[in-house]
């Protein structure tokens, strides 16, 4: 069966915490993992003290199992992809980039050109 | 009988009499959750001897301790038995304690943060506990950030509750009586055991090994007061040094005690800084901080697991426990 490297969500109503877990992919989502190699809490926090506005998210985890069991087939879910995929620092994954070009605005309807109508 | 609801007058009790009157025929018509109905007859004061002598001890001798004292201070109601601090005649065992007033906080903050000595220096000097100490410079400096920018302090409030509490203030440049004992120690749970230990009676027993028979790994009560260098200079005066060079030994070993205590904090949060690697996006920085998820114990729920742990309750919102946090970050 195949293994899934996901979330678990642990925490409170409106207070989300999630344990990184390595499971069969057919279980329940808070049912017993393989292992749990990590948290994520998605709630941004300040640091104390700190007046600027910026937020940071903590995550655990052990790379080590992780990429062991990425070794072994095991399979990330899309935000585990995106966790792990972050920069060269944690760069377990290659980033599954959805579309590299910048995006360009889609022409807007003045600019089509009708098509010319014979004049009579 | 039904709740009374008192009212002002006695007047009225005449139009409740007509209304409760006309009520009378609907209570049979009523749903039994009205019928009880409330009544309106004004409930008569009751006064007992007591009462009676009390209200007119406040209009005589009492309306003395209506107000503190115009040269401030607390107005406590004192007879030939009891003390100054003591707000209840009857219970010689509640105190009240002195508090440090406006100028004695200053002077604090002043030696701390001006002239750089150390919070065990000057917990010592004045007698007033360590942590009071920390705790004055921190609220010091929150007040003075709160002046320069310009934010309205609760002055009168605090002017109010001082002038009724005992204060204490401090003398600078002279010996001042302390506010409070400040070697306490704080009581370690391992010592909270009884505990029978046999020993020879030529042995010496000191305060080590009566640490080291509550716990492996306990200090003595020696290294746990909050200021050990103070016991080292008075082993000094006993040896015989001069007052002035065991005070200098003193303030010396407290700024090292102090150097190091930061050393430690700084390396703590280095080590911190290191082991976490940061990824800047456009909204949010991700801390990534390596764990080992290995180190789960035997039955897998070893105290420290990383996340939270399945089959387990979460006591988080447990009654009785701490929710509140305990330190300042």
């Known amino acids: 069966m195949t293994i899934k490297i996901r979330l678990a969500r642990f925490g409170r109503r409106n207070a989300p915490f999630y344990n990184i877990v390595v499971a069969h992919a057919r279980t329940a989502r808070n049912s017993k993992p393989l292992e749990v190699i990590g948290t994520y809490d998605p709630i941004p926090k300040a640091d104390p003290y700190d007046d600027s506005g910026r937020l940071h998210k903590d995550i655990k985890l052990d790379t080590l199992r992780a990429k062991y069991w990425i070794g072994v087939g095991a399979q990330p879910t899309d935000t585990m992809w995106r966790l792990l995929s972050m920069r060269k620092q944690v760069g377990i994954m290659e980033p599954k980039y959805r579309n590299q070009q910048p995006r360009t605005a889609p022409q807007l309807p003045a600019d089509i050109k009708k098509p010319e109508t014979p004049s009579a | 009988m039904p709740p009374r609801i008192p009212t002002k007058s006695s007047a009225s009790s005449a139009s409740a009499l007509v209304r409760s009157s006309f009520a009378s025929p609907c209570t049979s018509q009523c749903l039994p959750s009205c019928r009880a109905g409330f009544s309106t007859t004004p409930s008569r004061e009751r006064s007992t001897n007591l009462r009676r002598a009390f209200l007119q001890w406040t209009r005589t001798i009492g309306a003395n301790y209506r107000q503190p004292k115009p040269e401030g201070g607390p107005n406590y109601i004192s007879n030939a ?249």
């Open chain 2, 81 to 329: 038995r009891s003390s100054a601090l003591q707000p209840f005649p009857l219970n010689a065992q509640f105190r009240s304690s002195r508090v440090l007033d406006e100028q004695a906080r200053e002077l604090i903050w002043e030696k701390v943060m001006r002239q750089g000595e150390t919070l065990k220096a000057v917990s010592a000097e004045l007698g007033v506990d360590l942590t009071r100490v920390a705790a004055v410079v921190r609220l010091k400096e929150v007040e003075k950030d709160w002046i320069s920018k310009g934010k309205k302090l609760a002055t009168p409030y605090s002017k109010a509750v001082l002038s009724m509490l005992p204060t204490k203030s401090f003398r600078p440049g002279v010996q001042n009586q302390p506010l409070e004992p400040i070697n306490e120690l704080h009581i370690h749970t391992a010592t909270q055991k009884q505990l029978f230990w046999p020993t020879a009676e030529s042995r010496q027993f000191t305060r080590e090994d009566a640490a080291k028979a509550f716990h492996a790994k306990m200090l003595s009560a020696d290294k746990r007061v909050p200021h050990p260098e103070l016991i080292q200079m008075e082993k000094n005066l006993l040896r015989g040094m001069s007052p002035d060079d065991a005070r200098a030994r003193f303030i010396n070993a407290a700024e090292q005690s102090e150097r190091k205590a930061a050393e430690k904090q700084m390396k703590k949060a280095m080590a911190e800084e290191q082991a976490t690697k940061k990824v800047n996006t456009k909204r949010f920085e991700f801390r990534f901080k390596e764990v080992d998820s290995e180190l789960v114990g035997k039955d897998g729920r070893a105290p420290n697991v990383v996340g939270w742990k399945y089959g387990m309750p979460h006591y988080d919102r447990k009654k009785g426990l701490v929710k509140i946090p305990t330190s300042v970050p």
